[in-house]
């Protein structure tokens, strides 16, 4: 038998073993065996690149601008929280309040899923609200993590009525139930034939304490969260049944307000741990040309989905990761779909976009739905989307909008600079999800 | 002495190699047809430990992990030296040829391995007209680059 064969057979079984769990680190780190000569030349195009950078588009100003729109999406934020928990802020007894980002909306289930902090923890049958605007109700707690039921969720039931009170507009009191139907909307049982009616009724949540039993956790009453009007699909049937609609969109909400009797259980640590990694040499040579950085040892703990920022500013997301290095996609790379937040000078709104292209000042994204697009001067933040991405990370500013098009001015890439990796200190449980 | 030119020259084609693609859109890929050069010409007890060098050098080019290049050269250079015996290995064509088949095979298993692959052994999957690109353009590079190693005597 030749010699080759047993060698070839080493060298089939190393490198078998170098991709499973227990090989160690060194096998893969890519640094180890980077060809160190790329360094120079490194070196070379980062003065080039420094001095062509100077001359390009991006936003002017360099770090004084970019620590300026950090600033202002931070206290554009910080109102938009104010607004957010006005309506908590106003209820009556002793009940405590907390902000919770929203991870992911399911459209299936019509479910929340959100992120208490690690400051409080919410528990179930917590009321869930959005400014003067009821969202639902918490249903499973896990540690920050919790689902919220919301009264378009299939076969979910909430207590709701409508009207003034006034002679002219009597107040009726109904249970509405969600409906699994492609629009969200939830029916509304023993509706009076009162209702019968052409006009569309705002829907409010009802105290009907009075008719069930205290440990049932109910909504506070007095919020708005829906308009009542015939079904026109069970019109043609005969029967003259009502439905609700949302008053807003749920799958837009990028934070709730989470309302607890009494005070909240408190934890109390960091809600986002941050580290530091260097790049690969040859990161600095493709300057983001293919959209991903290499990222150095240390990167395989990076979750995917992690968001990679430099300098306060949202770079990527880390699409996958090995034990000594991580793919980041870049966020203006095409074809992605972002939830990001718009903070305007009178108004902030989450939007839904894809982005369509990268450009030599930051990237083209395409307006899918939200509020209204984004306009110029506008400042793009995170809306906090995924269990590892907090709000607020600044991603530009808008420099153009063309209707559903619209261009974000983005700070100058400096592949030669360290990057952030931030990842949640705690993640649900597998499975846990609405 | 051969092995250690071999090793100098492997490492500066690669280098040329990554420059290129670093500095420009589409470069060619010189890994396939080092392993078709391994195979055609190694002595065959090094075979092995000349694929390891290629795999290694040509690892720090991109972050696809050592194990899954290592597999895909060794089984490159393991086709070339079954068909070693029965071609002529000096003539151009043979070459060309030999290079284009170990391209096309490099293609579909870098497309196979990063489709199949679990997700925490993460392999790039560049464009396909980028990796046929690469494989065609090194097919006309193979020539001139075997001309250079031998010419150095750079024999594995």
Not at chain 1, 189 to 204: F, H, M, P, Q
Not at chain 1, 220 to 230: D, K, Q, V
Not at chain 2, 26 to 46: C, K, W
Not at chain 2, 68 to 90: K, N, T
């Amino acid at each position: 038998m030749s010699a080759r064969f047993p060698a070839a057979l080493l060298v089939a079984g190393f490198a078998v073993l170098s991709l499973t769990p227990v090989a160690p680190s060194l096998v893969r780190d890519l640094d180890v065996v980077a060809l160190h000569a790329y360094r120079p030349f490194a070196w070379a195009l980062r003065e080039v690149r420094e001095r062509r950078l100077a001359n390009e588009p991006n936003l002017p100003g360099g770090d004084e601008v970019v620590r300026a729109l950090v600033d202002s999406a931070r206290d554009r934020i910080a109102e938009r929280d104010a607004a957010l928990s006005d309506g908590a802020a106003m209820l009556p007894g002793k009940r405590s309040f907390a902000l919770a980002r929203v991870v992911s909306v399911d459209p299936r289930s019509r479910q929340l899923l959100i992120d208490t902090g690690n400051h409080v923890r919410a528990s179930p049958g917590d009321a869930v609200l959005a400014g003067n605007q009821a969202v639902g109700m918490v249903d499973e707690v896990d540690g920050p993590f919790a689902v919220v039921k919301t009264p378009w969720t299939p076969r979910a039931r909430f207590a709701a009525e409508c009207g003034a009170g006034e002679p002219d507009d009597p107040r009726i009191r109904f249970v509405t139930i969600g409906e699994a139907r492609d629009e969200w909307l939830a029916t509304v049982s023993s509706a009076e034939g009162r209702l019968a009616t052409a006009r569309v009724l705002d829907v409010k949540s009802a105290d009907v304490s009075d008719l069930v039993p205290a440990s049932t956790g109910l909504l506070p009453s007095g919020f708005f969260f829906g308009t009542m009007e015939a079904d026109l699909k069970t019109a043609k049937t005969g029967l003259q049944t009502y439905c609700v609609r949302p008053i807003f969109d749920p799958r837009l909400l990028d934070a709730v307000v989470v309302v607890h009797e009494g005070p909240f259980e408190t934890i109390g640590d960091e809600d986002f741990s941050v580290s530091t990694l260097d790049r690969l040499p040859t990161a600095q040579l493709s300057a983001w040309r293919e959209g991903e950085a290499l990222t150095g040892a240390g990167a395989g703990a990076a979750p995917r989905g992690a968001p990679v920022v430099a300098d306060d500013i949202l770079l990527g997301f880390v699409d996958a990761a090995l034990l000594g290095a991580a793919k980041v996609r870049g966020v203006t790379d095409p074809g992605q779909e972002h939830t990001f937040l718009v903070l305007g000078d009178a108004s902030s709104r989450t939007i839904v976009c894809v982005s369509e292209r990268r450009m030599p000042h930051g990237g083209a994204f395409r307006y899918l739905g939200g509020g209204e697009p984004p306009r110029a001067g506008e400042i793009v933040v995170t809306a906090g989307r995924g269990v590892h991405v907090p709000r607020g990370l600044l991603v530009g500013q808008v420099m153009r909008s063309d209707g559903d098009a619209f261009e974000v001015s983005r700070p100058p890439e400096r592949p030669w600079r360290p990057v952030e990796v931030m990842r949640r200190s705690a993640e649900p449980r597998s499975g846990f999800g609405p | 002495m051969r092995f250690v030119l071999f090793v100098v020259f492997t490492a500066f084609l690669l280098f040329v190699q990554g420059l290129l693609g670093r500095l420009t859109t589409l470069a060619p890929d010189l890994g396939p047809i080092l392993a078709v050069y391994v195979g055609l010409f190694a002595r065959r007890e090094t075979l092995p430990w000349a694929i390891t060098v290629v795999a290694l050098l040509r690892s720090s080019l991109d972050a696809d992990p050592l194990g899954v290049q290592l597999l895909v050269y060794l089984l490159l250079a393991g086709m070339v030296d079954l068909a070693r015996d029965v071609v002529f290995r000096e003539r151009l064509a043979t070459q060309v040829v030999l290079s284009f088949a170990a391209g096309s095979v490099y293609v579909v298993l870098k497309w196979g391995l990063a489709a199949t692959l679990p997700a925490s052994i993460a392999i790039a999957s560049p464009s396909l007209l980028k990796l046929a690109f690469a494989t065609l353009s090194a097919t006309l590079l193979a020539p001139p680059v075997f001309a250079l190693l031998r010419l150095f005597r750079a024999m594995p």
